[in-house]
């Protein structure tokens, strides 16, 4: 073999490298290329995904934010209605005592009837009817012990806390300084109850007229009962 087929050989060897590095170059800058592409994509597509979310969710704040200033704005109206229809705290007070009935099962058209028949100046009876009846116990030797008022009209009775004696035993006779429970029975079944210390005070309103009770701590084992009648 001459030297110069030798050398056609190895420059041709060279030259076929060169092309396969120049292919493989090509190849992998291609490659890299499709890869950084793809990612791209990918990453722009999930950017506008979640610049879509955010926006929903802003789109959605902001409509309940408007909801809620909508609605801020109707309470504040109605608060103003109210602070107009109750200018003063004895006018709320009111209002107070009428929920508390109601929640306790007083019929509302009944108070309204009651309020409405209420005059401006109350005309009482100069006489006071006073009874006493004693505020039983656990440890009582009476079951019942009534006063009645108008002819049955009115019945009041009464249960209290013992008296405990100097070795921690109950008495017979309610302590007026602790809490007491008064009944007020109607006709017809209806009751009232009040509690709390003694004195108390209540007004039953039946048949027309409004009874003012006032209950205060009698002799031993007894509450003292007055009461006096007015119109409505």
Not at 14 to 21: F, G, P
Not at 27 to 37: E, K, S, T
Not at 76 to 105: C, Y
Not at 118 to 141: G, H, N, Q, W, Y
């Amino acid at each position: 073999m001459s030297l110069g087929l030798v050398h056609r050989k190895e420059v041709q060897k060279r030259r076929k490298r060169r092309l396969w590095a120049m292919i493989k170059f090509v190849f992998v800058v291609g490659l890299c290329g499709g890869i950084g592409y793809y990612a791209h994509e990918i990453g722009l597509s999930v950017a506008q995904e979640e610049v879509l979310i955010w926006q929903t969710r802003y789109e959605n704040q902001a409509a309940e934010n408007e909801k809620l200033k909508v609605e801020l704005g109707q309470d504040k109206a109605e608060l103003d209605q109210m602070k107009q229809l109750l200018p003063n705290e004895d006018m709320r007070n009111v209002i107070a005592v009428v929920t508390a009935k109601a929640n306790e099962g007083v019929d509302l058209a009944r108070m309204e009837n009651i309020i409405s028949g209420i005059s401006k100046d109350a005309t009482c009876d100069a006489e006071i009817d006073s009874k006493r009846f004693m505020v039983l116990t656990p440890v009582s030797p009476d079951e019942v012990s009534t006063a009645s008022y108008y002819r049955g009209l009115i019945t009041v009775s009464g249960t209290g806390s013992s008296v405990m004696n100097e070795n921690g035993a109950p008495e017979a006779w309610f302590d007026p300084a602790k809490e007491v429970f008064i009944s007020f029975m109607m006709p017809g079944g209806e009751k009232q109850d009040i509690s709390g210390t003694l004195p108390l005070y209540h007004s039953v309103i039946t048949g027309g007229s409004e009874y003012r009770f006032s209950i205060t701590a009698g002799r031993t084992s007894f509450a003292d009962a007055s009461v006096q009648r007015c119109d409505l």
